[in-house]
């Protein structure tokens, strides 16, 4: 997660999976530590200005830097991330 000015913000219905360069200005609402058969993971609800709502996951090398930076009902940007299809 990097915090920049360079690049335009985006909604998150305007975040696709083909492209990995996004800013976005979000709010997580809620986050929780599972443990699952893939290990550790960070799972966090996110929202953007507009309400839009987006599920988001971090790995255990990720997780604890994602959880001091994006602490629960604070605004902060993040960049530089992908997004893939819910499956299942």
């Known amino acids: 997660m990097v915090l920049s000015n360079k690049k335009s913000l985006v909604f998150?219905?305007?975040v696709k999976p083909f492209k990995d360069t996004w800013r976005v200005h979000v709010k997580c609402l809620h986050s929780c530590k599972i443990n699952n058969n893939s290990g550790e993971s960070l799972e966090c609800v996110l929202m953007d200005e507009q309400g839009e709502k987006l599920h988001a996951s971090a790995k255990r090398n990720q997780m604890y830097r994602l959880q001091?930076?994006?602490p629960i009902g604070e605004w902060r940007s993040i960049e530089n991330f992908t997004v893939?299809?819910?499956?299942?």
């Open 68 to 70: 001091r930076n994006l």
């Open 84 to 88: 893939t299809s819910a499956g299942g």
């Open 12 to 14: 998150l219905n305007q």
